[in-house]
């Protein structure tokens, strides 16, 4: 099978959209992309704001660790609080 040297695969036309230093939010309804500083300890999603821990692979790559329970579950209660005051 010839190869179309103009032609690129799907993995190199998936390459050019990969983002590197960054990770989505883990919020279903959010998903909105977190850029934390390098090294950092935790990452704050500035659109729902969820805190998460972060894992450093290496010096460019971030990977979540999980949710800062406290912080989550905070927001978690006034949203299940401001529901139910809206069914009265």
């Not at 099978?1 to 799907?10: F, N, Q, W």
């Not at 990452?43 to 406290?70: F, H, M, Q």
Request: hydrophobic residues 30%; charged residues 35%.
């Amino acid at each position: 099978m010839a190869i179309d040297s103009k032609k690129m695969s799907g993995a190199e036309s998936l390459r050019k959209t990969r983002t590197f230093g960054k990770v989505r939010c883990h919020n279903p309804t959010c998903m909105g992309r977190l850029e934390p500083e390098p090294g950092a300890k935790h990452v704050k999603c500035p659109t729902c704001s969820c805190e998460y821990r972060i894992a450093w692979v290496n010096k460019d790559l971030p990977r979540i660790r999980g949710p800062v329970w406290e912080v989550n579950k905070k927001l978690a209660e006034a949203a299940f609080k401001k529901k139910m005051e809206g069914k009265k």
